[in-house]
């Protein structure tokens, strides 16, 4: 089945700084990434996806790249600012039994942004 | 739009006792929840998938007596812990999406259940 490996664990930067997380996944049949951040106690928020027709993708301060050759996508963020630490999860999409498909969740990455 | 509400939104039971937290997507139509299992300072553990009017589909591990999932409509997902005890402890969070392809496989997340079982 599919597995999702998200690096680093733990990333500190310095407000302005950019923030690089880095995810591998197995199957080869994904053609789904998600990114989700969550604040303490909070939801998991979608900030960007990207599917496998395309290698890149942006949205303001955010951006996500795709190597489907070597199976692994990376969240972007640039220009951080203190209300970007969180924990950021990366997800694959994967087939699930029965037809249905369903995310594999990376381990997470906790962001912290020092002013 | 696509907010997806729980409750309740924590509970404190004693051991031994059922415990049942429901997902409601308020503004779409969710073909498909999924219900996952948060430790502390951990990732998302899926625990099963549930589409409507079917039965649900559970991950490896899981016991699906210790954890029944219905999903008895299109906006409506009840996960019910039986039997509660203190390792089933952990902060649950339900998921909805309205489709399986494009925008309409996005999941959006509920804000989650903390269970205590003492």
């Known amino acids: 089945g599919e597995n999702v490996e998200q690096h680093p664990s733990t990333l500190s930067v310095q407000e302005g700084d950019s923030a690089v997380i880095k995810c591998t996944y197995s199957?080869?049949?994904?053609?789904?990434f998600p990114w989700y951040k969550q604040e303490l106690g909070k939801r998991p928020q979608l900030i960007i996806d990207?599917?496998?027709?395309?290698g890149e993708k942006k949205d303001q301060r955010i951006a996500v790249t795709l190597n489907k050759t070597a199976k692994h996508f990376s969240l972007h963020i640039t220009e951080t600012q203190p209300e970007d630490s969180a924990v950021y999860f990366c997800?694959?999409?994967?087939?699930?039994?029965?037809?249905?498909?369903?995310?594999?969740f990376g381990a997470g990455t906790r962001l912290a942004v020092h002013p | 739009g696509a907010v997806v509400s729980q409750h309740p939104s924590w509970v404190i039971c004693k051991s031994g006792t059922s415990v049942k937290i429901e997902c409601r997507s308020l503004?779409?139509?969710?073909?498909?929840m999924f219900w996952y299992r948060q430790f502390p300072k951990q990732s998302l553990m899926l625990m099963a998938t549930s589409n409507e009017g079917s039965k649900a589909t559970y991950e490896q591990g899981v016991e699906k007596d210790k954890f029944l999932i219905n999903h008895a409509s299109l906006t409506l997902s009840t996960l019910t812990v039986t039997s509660a005890h203190p390792e089933d402890s952990s902060f649950y969070i339900c998921s909805a999406r309205m489709g399986l392809a494009g925008t309409q496989e996005t999941q959006y997340f509920g804000p989650g259940t903390r269970l205590l079982v003492l």
């Open positions: 199957d080869s049949a994904s053609n789904y």
């Open positions: 503004d779409f139509q969710a073909t498909t």
């Open positions: 990207i599917r496998s027709n395309v």
């Open positions: 997800a694959a999409k994967a087939l699930h039994s029965g037809g249905y498909n369903k995310l594999i």
